[in-house]
């Protein structure tokens, strides 16, 4: 069970980082997740093409919780595109095939949750902050689901 | 007494080997599982009916010549016998076999309700249904312009029944026996009795009351009383409606199709008997069959034993849950069937479930379909641990040790 709650996930979920409002953001977003409960709010400060700040709100699960904590601190200071990129990554990760090759180079601490993709249950709770992130980026405005 | 092949005594580990799923394995841990309020499993008998049907008898039924058709008609009509028996209905017409509860209720929704619900009408029901007696209601509701009301519950989760609920403008009063999320049981009978004195209708749904006690409709006076093969140890897919004949004749039918007409023109249709009426297209046969295998099983089962067992199951965990630190049982009614919810400080339900899961233990984690009963207790979620006649005690200490290990993982 260790492989799924790494110390590093269970760290975040106790003590996540970036968990705050943000008054000067210049997007947020809803995102739920109907099937557990699970509720957060993204808040996003960008500046040019960069991410200039990240934090989140909410109550979920601890993998979700701690994917949202260690996507703000991955994401801070990256450009949009860098962060498309790690989301792609992150998100073929965790819905990849277990035991596929993971780089960790470029994932980073992100890494800690490949144990994901053997829980396929589990890849709305790890993906529900970095989905919600992205539509807050596009300025949908509406609430994601991961339904 | 129904039947008289009563065992001489309740031995769980006797009637464990009945139940073949339940000598496996999950992640190299012996299963234990504790889901029971969502499916249950089902004994070989049930397995080898289903697979005789189909091997023997496999046919269409009721309008067959041959003799295939006449075996299975006889199997399918005889699992409706075996219902009939088993709750105690008055005849067999009473009987409609549906998909599950669900369907049972839907069906009384759309052909008793909707005809003669007006605007400004009420349907009562109560704060701790499952959604499937919430949801059919407020679509006629919504329809007819009328309202849709509830009793609501205490902190313990039982109900605040007060008889001024019970207005004459309520047209329907359905509540569920026994509670999914909470396990309360409900006065059945005497709710029955005070929506009966205002001659107000009455469903029940039985969905979880059905695996934990005998059922008599008779005894219980309601005008309807719905439950699923599934839960009662049968296959998937079939379920019961059982109406008052009365009731049922008036009603115009659910779905139109083969089976449910005497006569069809261009112009008019006439409609076929009960129970056919409400039995369009072909039904599941085997799954009938399966259910009346089942109902048979439970029949050799001795059901003071059964309770005591369960009874001795839910003390069990009650006491042992309540030693973990930071658990909180929601559900504490003085009369409750045997299972357990609870909400652990500090940990959301999705991890308790899958580390539970890696020690074999299957229970339900999430808002159990249950969601205005979530609310009123301020969860998003909970876990929930439902046990049957063929959990043992020592299930209950593999459940608390691998819930010692949640705590020590989320320290």
Known sequence: MRE??????????????????????TADADGFNPLCGDKIHVFVKVEGDRIADVSFDGIGCA??????????????????????????????????????????????????????????????????AWHTLKAAIERSGDAVTTE | MHRTLARPAFDVETVRKDFPILAGHVWC?????????????????????????YKEHNSNIHRGVHWLSAAATKDYEGARDKVRDWIRAAAREEIVFTRGTTESINLVARSFLRPRLKPGDEVLVTEMEHHSNIVPWQLVCEEAGAKLSHVPIDDRGQLL????????????????????????????????????ARGIPTLVDGAQAAPHTRIDVRDLGCDFYAFSGHKVFGPTGIGVLYGRKELLEGM?????????IKRVTFQKTTWNDLPYKFEAGTPDIAGAVGLGAALDYLGTLDWEAVRAHEAALLARATEALSTIKGLRIIGTAKSKASLVTFDMEGVHPHDIGQILDQEGVAVRTGHHCAQPVMDRFGVPATTRASFAFYNTLAEIDVLVAALTKVRELFA
């Open chain 1, 4 to 25: 799924l709650y790494q110390e590093l996930i269970l760290d975040h979920n106790k003590k996540p980082r970036n968990r705050r409002a943000m008054a000067d953001a």
């Open chain 1, 63 to 128: 993998i979700s919780t701690a994917s949202a904590s260690l996507m703000t601190t991955s994401l801070k200071g990256k450009t949009l595109a860098e962060a498309r990129e790690i989301f792609e990554r992150f998100h073929a990760m965790v819905t990849g095939e277990p035991g596929a090759p993971v780089d960790e180079d470029a994932l980073g601490k992100l890494a800690v949750f490949q144990g994901v993709c053997e829980f396929p249950v589990r890849v709305k709770c790890a993906t529900l």
């Open chain 2, 29 to 53: 841990k012996p299963l234990v599982y504790l889901d029971n309020a969502a499916t249950s499993h089902k004994p070989r008998v049930v397995l080898d009916a289903i697979e005789r049907f």
């Open chain 2, 161 to 196: 029944f007060d008889e001024k609920l019970l207005t004459e403008r309520t047209r329907l009063f359905a509540f569920v026996h026994v509670s999914n999320a909470l396990g309360t049981v409900n006065p059945a009978r005497e709710l029955v009795r005070a929506a009966r």
């Open chain 2, 252 to 260: 115009p039918p659910y779905q139109g199709g083969g089976e449910m």
